[in-house]
């Protein structure tokens, strides 16, 4: 689940994917995706991603300072790696598996490659207020700029990362909105107002981008819905009279519900879009299944932890307090996150990420079921 912007600030405080190169490894700790040769035939993929803190490979620290220290990055950077995550997102297990480098976040000044595209997402990121920085709007209006300025000068004869045909062949992965999703939940509403009122709005932003980013020559988009909102330590933390709202994996069962029915009007979106686009591919990928799986079943997975943070305040049962996020001043971590599913009670931690990433390369979750490097072919 994305962060909030509040906690992103508390913690420092699921995406467009284009084919163009693959890169060889090379970087620093581990720090550089590039496997050799990718599985993608003549073409080469890049990535363009749009979305929240799920999908941030650094833009919140490039574009607002908001820095995550260790103990973030350290179960694979070995240092902070501006994610909020102690390793891998699953967007980066997405790009291995692609045999390209991770993606660098457009706002990064220096040490950018965007031959494999460019990271758009921003931590804290939603769809509303469409025009506040960093919405989903604003990032699709930042990747037409980033298109147009790569058009303008490779017509000059100069050298671009991504030319006409890869923007052309692009995947582009979004994943937004379960930002949306948790303030309106957070704002007091009953939730059939939250249905009614809120997720139309959510929605059609969602729509609106995957339909701007066609008109403007994009063809291959892979969407991904929303986690399980009711089974983050995060909201689970809040008092509760009872426990008459948990289901029996220990999640709460409203707020999984908002996310089931968000997630079932973006796939129907995404079916109209699919027969309305002429020649365009639009996958829909139901992430609250994968995860809500991973959690139920989390010990068949390896994991001991599936509700509590790693990295926090305030011990069993979630490990997560209000007045003191993880980074925050007397903070505790737990010795390997790879028992657990959650990283700081929002996020999840790298070898849960792994999974969710797997589970999204199988095609089994995904409409229509087609594999994440079929716009490669």
């Given amino acids: 689940m994305a962060a909030s912007n509040g906690a992103v600030a508390a913690a420092a405080a699921v995406l467009v994917v284009v084919a163009v190169m693959a890169v060889a490894a090379g970087g620093e700790d581990g720090d550089d995706g590039g496997h050799g040769e990718a599985p993608c035939g003549a073409r080469r993929p890049v990535v363009f991603a749009f979305g929240d803190s799920n999908t941030d490979t650094g833009g919140v620290a490039a574009g607002m300072g908001l820095y995550f220290p260790l103990p973030s990055g350290r179960a694979f950077f070995r240092r902070a790696a501006g994610r909020l995550c102690d390793g891998r997102l699953v967007i ?124 403007n020559g994009a063809k291959n988009f892979w969407i991904h819905g929303t986690g399980p909102l009711g089974c983050l330590p995060q909201k689970l933390a809040v008092p509760r009279a009872d426990d008459g709202d948990l289901d029996s994996s220990g999640c709460l069962k409203t707020l999984n519900a908002g996310s089931v029915e968000f ?36 010990s068949s997975y390896g994991f001991e932890e599936p509700l509590m943070a790693c990295c926090g305040h305030g011990g069993p049962p979630y490990n997560y307090d209000f007045g003191v996020s993880c980074l925050g001043a007397g903070y505790r971590v737990c010795e390997d996150g790879s028992k657990y599913v959650s990283w700081d009670g929002v996020h999840y931690t790298e070898a849960a990420n792994a999974v969710v990433a797997g589970k999204i390369l199988s095609g089994e979750y995904s409409t229509p079921r087609l594999p994440f490097s079929y716009f490669c072919n």
């Avoid at 699709?140 to 000068?153: A, G, P, T, Y």
């Avoid at 704002?187 to 809120?198: A, F, K, M």
């Avoid at 109209?272 to 686009?277: A, H, K, R, T």
């Fill in 263 to 298: 997630n079932g009007q973006l796939s129907s979106i995404c079916d109209q879009l699919s027969s309305q686009l002429r020649g365009a591919t639009v996958v829909f990928t139901d992430v609250l299944a994968i995860k809500y799986e991973l959690i139920a079943n989390h």
């Fill in 92 to 215: 980066d297990h997405l790009c291995e598996s692609l045999n390209m480098s991770y993606l660098s976040p457009y706002l990064e000044a220096l040490g950018t490659d965007f031959t494999n595209g460019a990271n758009f997402a921003i931590s804290g990121a939603g769809t509303a207020p469409r025009n506040t920085a960093f919405s989903l709007h604003i990032q699709v209006q930042q990747f037409l700029h980033f298109k147009q300025r790569s058009l303008e000068l490779a017509s000059r004869g100069e050298a671009v990362p991504v030319d006409a045909v890869g923007f052309r062949n692009a995947l582009y992965l979004i994943d937004i909105g379960q930002n949306d999703l948790s303030a309106a939940f957070s704002g007091g509403l009953p939730y059939g107002d939250v249905i009614r009122q809120r997720l139309p709005a959510i929605l059609s932003e969602i729509k609106d981008a995957i339909q701007s980013l066609y008109y």
